[in-house]
């Protein structure tokens, strides 16, 4: 992130877009307010200002879902939550004693990947905040739940299973599929993965650093193969972004610019 866009941030964490008080009283208004809302939004503890942050495509559908394990008990909360620190303390406290807060909205109608956009935001603030309810400090990161040994082991099998089963476009798809599966054990998951702003012009904006290729991929939602291609050949990624498995200086980043065009 740039110096303009740090600044901004702090700005937005020091001085919320939008402030609710009492949310749980007050849900029917704030619902009508998040209404077609993209953003981040923060949960604020005003007894200690330990906060945790997230974001969401659907704001009003995210935050009706707090709302609503507000009248589960515990055991329900649990199974469907995880041991989640922020669902399980604003149960404890009582939602009203929590500020909910809009950090910055994003345009759903100007976002070609909005998915991609909400992961970097959330990012860049969960970075500047440190918030102390977040037990993972990686966007994306399943709302802040602990999960247990188990259940990783098998969301890990599920994604591996998942992952070898989509069919291949291509001829020999038995072999491509274990070309997939070998991808995640070669040595290229662990070079890291660079992900600069394509703007109209050659600029050094560098968005995020992921730290293999593994999580580039869950994260942009791209499978090793295709995300590779695009970085050796290249090519811009959604018509918005440069990715490289190398640090761009301002004369490496123009040859991006050659061969491809906003």
Not at 29 to 57: D, R, T
């Amino acid at each position: 992130m740039n110096n303009n866009n740090n600044n901004k941030i702090n700005n937005n964490l020091a001085k919320p877009l939008m402030t609710f008080n009492k949310p749980l009283t007050n849900k029917a208004e704030i619902g009508k307010v998040l209404q077609n809302k993209a953003g981040i939004y923060q949960w604020y503890n005003p007894v200690n200002g330990f906060c945790y942050i997230g974001s969401s495509a659907n704001l009003k559908g995210r935050f009706f879902e707090y709302c609503y394990s507000m009248n589960q008990n515990k055991l329900n909360r649990t199974l469907s939550r995880g041991n989640s620190i922020i669902f399980n303390t604003l149960s404890k406290n009582g939602m009203d004693s929590f500020e909910f807060r809009i950090l910055e909205f994003i345009d759903l109608n100007s976002n070609n990947n909005l998915k991609t956009e909400l992961f970097l935001l959330e990012q860049a603030y969960l970075d500047a905040a440190k918030p102390e309810y977040n037990i993972l400090k990686l966007a994306g990161s399943n709302r802040g739940h602990r999960l247990s040994v188990e259940t990783r082991a098998k969301m890990s099998n599920a994604k591996k299973l998942q992952y070898l089963l989509k069919p291949s476009s291509r001829k020999g798809s038995k072999a491509n599929e274990l070309t997939r599966f070998l991808m995640f054990k070669n040595n290229k998951i662990a070079k890291k993965v660079y992900v600069y702003n394509y703007t109209d012009t050659p600029e050094l904006q560098l968005l995020y650093v992921f730290d293999s290729i593994k999580q580039a991929c869950l994260t942009l939602n791209y499978y090793p193969a295709r995300l590779v291609k695009f970085i050796t050949n290249k090519l811009i990624l959604d018509n918005k972004f440069i990715v490289s498995w190398d640090e761009l200086t301002k004369e490496s980043i123009k040859d991006y610019y050659k061969s491809n065009t906003k």
